[in-house]
């Protein structure tokens, strides 16, 4: 699966979701005052894919700080009406198993303050170094 892909996302929470929400897979239609607005999520979301794809194939950084910073960024567009966190902390996985050749995924921590405390400090610094202090890496 190309995880750089338009279109992957929404077929990881149609995956996730499909025999739970009819409107799975779907991109959010309706303002939430969280996110980005509809209107400007269909460009901004693929914006998000290109510099994933360009930070993937010039090494920019260690896979799990472009694992996490694709995942702050992908929740904090808010491109679903539900289940943004846990779609994109899979994509998130599946990035970071891309990256090191099956060998890492993400160890989540369960203590929903302290991850809710670093999104939101990742979100002030558009970061995902808060991210990266609270959420571990465990070999598979």
Do not use: K
């Not at 996730?16 to 929400?21: M, R």
């Not at 891309?98 to 890492?104: E, Y």
Request: proline share 4%; hydrophobic share 45%; charged share 20%.
């Amino acid at each position: 699966m190309d995880l750089t892909r338009a279109g992957t996302l929404e077929d990881i929470h149609a995956a996730c979701f499909g025999t739970i929400w009819q409107w799975s897979g779907n991109l959010r239609q309706r303002e939430l005052s969280i996110g980005v607005e509809p209107a400007s999520r269909r460009q901004r979301l693929p914006e998000g894919l290109g510099t994933l794809a360009w930070q993937i194939e010039n090494g920019a950084a260690a896979p799990e700080w472009i694992a996490l910073n694709t995942h702050h960024r992908l929740v904090h567009r808010h491109p679903f009406t539900d289940g943004n966190g846990r779609v994109t902390r899979l994509f998130a996985d599946a990035l970071l198993f891309a990256l090191t050749d099956g060998t890492r995924v993400f160890d989540w921590i369960e203590d929903v303050p302290i991850y809710l405390e670093a999104l939101r400090a990742a979100d002030s610094t558009m970061s995902p170094e808060a991210l990266l202090a609270v959420i571990g890496v465990r070999e598979v």
